[in-house]
């Protein structure tokens, strides 16, 4: 099944219509209800065979009985008859239809024509947009267009952010919110069987009233469409929120090393996001409060935040959750302690976060004071925290006297201002609304806020980006059909790339004979420096069954190693690389989905223990990589920690790109490449052990 790439003109035409057609019983019904209560001021046309009027509207009886080709149409009728409805519109030369049915491809372990019938919905479709199948169709705030057939709670407005998912559900879930996010569009795209999640985004940017994007992601599709989505949000300066859920099974299937079980696809799928400039969420509420973030302020330049509260106990909160979300709150400065001291007194113990206490709650002039001595200062966001009380019980008066103080205080400010109910259920919507309209973040649930404000500042300009490499067969291979080279084999492939391994030989027990005096090899003597490691040729993880000895020095201690380890099979003896400063993991495993992750990390026998990797997506460019190692907790031994010798880095760089090199060299046919550890010394980097995967029938040379 193939799709054309269907944004633009067309897809601006059937999702800003002015004219809707609506097929169908009661879901069409419900369609027009929600067109009108919106208050949808183009041509509203109901098609029924043998309905007069629905809604107060005169009905048509078929296509060709409208007044004219309508800009979009909503289908409310069961799959065969969609398909037959799209025929009829593409070839009216329609703008594009929404198809609410399902049984289509994501009914194919239920119906096995469920397939056939989706591709004759796209060849019926030809060039004209379709939404779905299997979809309620999208909202449009903006122009009050909804093709829509359920309850919702979104309302209209001029500007604010497009939400774009595959699914209805949590589409209708995000209108509810009470947050005061002002909604542009939603778009649900089903199945994605003509238009995809990629494009509808891509057509939403490119309206000036949509302000950032929300994706809600369960499958990313056709990566390229994805890698354009994010060009082209970084040339009109806009942000995109995603909130990527599910792993991707099939890659754990084939993947064995410790890069598989640290890494895995999900690491892929963030790897990617970053990459094309996307933030990513873990949750939708996070998700919001990052997108209330980007709409009023286009995204932050950074984390530096100040915090204002009056509580000691609301002080500390911020503090923890602004520090395990990755928020920095600076010190004060000299001009924010003087003008502090001047409006708090000496009552107060000034700090960031600051509890001013209560001795000037509802005094608006003392107010201002102490905020715009607070916002002496080049922070990225300041918050303020206000719990309001509860509206059908309390007074809240006052809480509007602070926040005025703050608006006017910060009215030329340049950071962003922020107002932060620490629950949600403490911020009433007509607040929040209020809030967005004044140009201030409303912000609601502590944890959440901060990590919002962390995503917020995630952002990065990728307008430079190279695509991520796809395999020519883009496609997973089963298990069955992979095989694993020895770790001989594979160093003598690493080595014949320029990639640095030690000298090494095989041998066996019965390589060596004992004369009474001293242990000799019947062939040749070996011609390895000393101290030499021996290892077994059929662990995957040797460290962790036995199969490694170290520090060899001497024929005897080889003898007893080879009786040890080897039991009379051949083991592999190579030369100890010593004053090692670092040990590193690299990997580079093939995802399904994204192509090839190359992850770099703390190596060696600790490597789950540490926990301490960054992965990224091929290719990578040598400045990319200097900063994957910089963002590794080890990199102070990297770089030489507490006087001593670090690594060699230029060295190291070197043969990450060499590693990159040699897995894209064979990248129709890798299925995972790992080094580890990846010996660092002041000199070199070394391979010190390997495994290779790859399709089975390649040849390799090796020899």
Known sequence: ???????????????????????GGSWAISVIEQ??????????WPVHPTKKTICGLRCYTSIDSLPSVPDASFLGVNRNETIKLVAQLSNANAGGAVCFAS?????????????????????????????GPNCYGFINCV???????????????????????????????LTMQTRGLPIAYVFTAGNQTQVSVAQLAITALDDERVTAVGLHIEGFGDIREFEQLGRHAAKLGKRIVALKVGKTAAAQLALKSHTSSLAGSDAAADAFLSRIGITRVHSLSVFLETLKINHVSGGLNGTNMLSMSCSGGEACLMGDAAHASGVSVPPLNEDQLTALRDALGPRVALANPLDYHTYIWNDHDALKAMFSGMLNSNAHIAVLVLDFPRTDRCNYDSWLVAIDAFKVAGANWTGQLAVLASLPENLPESIAVQLMNDGIVPLTGLDDAMCGIAAAAAAHSVSDYTDVHLPSNHVFVEPVNIVSLSESDAKLWLSKQGIHVPASTELSLADIVDNNQSDQFVAEPIRLSWPVVVKSTDSLHKSDTGGVQLGIESYPQLRSALETIGRGEVCLIEEQVESV???????????????????????GVQTELLQDTVSALLPLSESSLTDMLKSL?????????RSKPGCNQEQLIKALMLIQKAALSIADDLYELEMNPLLCTEHEAIVADAILRVRSGLQLPIS
Not at 592 to 598: E, R
Not at 633 to 641: D, F, H, K, Q, W
């Open 103 to 131: 049984g289509f491809s994501e009914a194919v372990e239920e119906d096995a024509n469920a397939a056939a019938l989706e591709q004759a919905l796209l060849d019926a479709a030809g060039d004209m947009p379709i939404l």
């Open 633 to 641: 907790r080890c990199y102070p031994l990297i770089e030489g920690y």
């Open 143 to 173: 122009d009050k267009a909804l093709l829509w057939p359920d309850q919702h709670g979104a309302v209209a407005v001029e500007r604010g952010v497009a939400l774009v998912t595959q699914s209805s559900n949590i589409a209708i879930n």
């Open 35 to 44: 067109c009108q209560k919106m208050g949808y001021t183009g041509e509203l």
């Open 1 to 23: 099944m193939t799709r054309a790439i269907t944004h633009g003109v067309a897809l601006r035409r059937l999702v800003q219509p002015k004219s809707i057609a609506v097929f």
């Open 581 to 603: 400063i670092c040990e590193l993991l690299v990997g580079v495993v093939r995802d399904p989905v994204h192509g090839f992750l190359m992850t770099i990390g703390a190596g």
